[in-house]
């Protein structure tokens, strides 16, 4: 889901980018039906959907093989060569368009070409780690979620640096669509902070308790009862009192192991502490 969300960022903005190259620049650079403007934006609208497909695949890697990286790259050099393509249709001169995006298409299968190479000697690799391997977030998506969100504003001042005409309204609709998605990931990001901060928590409470308390009775172990005494005795001389350190011996016992079995001997040792911490004071260790 988190994933899918970052994606869809970025798709947003490039969606709006190829809008306003095709659908709003026109206007200014030739004459062009808004019909022929939509089917020249056809492709690389929908080269923003593999860029955008290939964007939740880098996400979620636990590692960018190069043939990754290859593939990621062949689905951006293919949405330029529509771009330029489409530009072709549109300008007076498309002669060097013509070159750029034939270059670009040459460049794209050529990346293609080459992940499909090295696949095969990758077949015995796991390119994705589990779920629990995965980082929620990684630095990689914190550049893309940030460059998506300056995204929008940084088109409008493009085009306006360029002479052409924006439609306010558009730009309002995706800032706040890719603001609400980057707002959604930090709150989630937030959550599970606090719960990994409260999983830590307890953790360091069941480690502290395990490393003072026997495993079987729940009573102090060895270790806190040395600690406890020692302390105890430096404030019996500082104050001039005293203490008591009562030991207890079950007779017996042995043959009660030997004879009903070590689980029934944990039981008796069991219901002995219970009977003792009954007795005891706040107090008292």
């Given at each position: 889901g988190d994933i899918f969300i970052d994606a869809s960022a970025v798709a947003v903005v490039a969606g709006l980018a190829i809008w306003q190259a095709f659908v709003v620049a026109p206007d200014v650079l030739v004459s062009g039906t808004i019909?022929?403007?939509?089917?020249?934006?056809?492709?690389?609208?929908?080269?923003?959907?593999?860029v955008a497909a290939f964007a939740a695949?880098?996400?979620?890697a636990a590692r960018r093989n190069v043939d990754?990286?290859?593939m990621a790259g062949f689905a951006v050099a293919l949405l330029i060569a529509d771009i330029f393509y489409g530009v072709v249709q549109l300008v007076a001169d498309p002669r060097l368009m013509e070159d750029i995006s034939n270059g670009f298409y040459?460049?794209?299968?050529?990346?293609?070409?080459?992940?499909?190479?090295?696949?095969?000697?990758?077949?015995?690799?796991?390119p994705t780690a589990s779920d629990s391997d995965r980082r929620p977030i990684s630095t990689f998506r914190m550049a893309v979620l940030g460059l998506a969100l300056c995204g929008?504003?940084?088109?409008?001042i493009l085009s306006l640096a360029l002479g052409t005409k924006i439609h306010p309204p558009v730009y309002i609709v995706a800032t706040i669509l890719v603001s609400a998605t980057v707002?959604?990931?930090?709150?989630?990001?937030?959550?599970?902070?606090?719960?990994?901060?409260?999983?830590?928590?307890d953790a360091e409470s069941r480690l502290v308790y395990q490393a003072s308390h026997d495993a079987l009775t729940g009573l102090p172990n060895r270790p806190m009862l040395t600690e406890r005494l020692q302390r105890e005795i430096r404030a019996a001389?500082?104050?001039?009192?005293?203490?008591?350190?009562?030991?207890?011996?079950?007779?017996?016992?042995?043959?009660?192991?030997?004879?009903?079995?070590?689980?029934?001997?944990?039981m008796l040792l069991s219901a002995v502490a219970g009977r003792i911490r009954a007795a005891l004071r706040p107090s008292d260790l």
């Open positions: 019909i022929e403007r939509f089917v020249f934006a056809a492709y690389p609208m929908a080269d923003v959907l593999i695949a880098l996400f979620s990754m990286l290859m040459f460049v794209a299968y050529g990346l293609l070409a080459g992940a499909a190479y090295m696949q095969p000697v990758k077949m015995g690799e796991d929008a504003p940084g088109v409008a707002m959604f990931r930090f709150a989630g990001m937030v959550r599970r902070l606090e719960t990994e901060q409260r999983r830590l928590r001389r500082v104050d001039r009192s005293c203490l008591a350190l009562m030991f207890i011996d079950l007779d017996g016992f042995k043959a009660i192991n030997d004879t009903l079995g070590h689980q029934t001997g944990d």
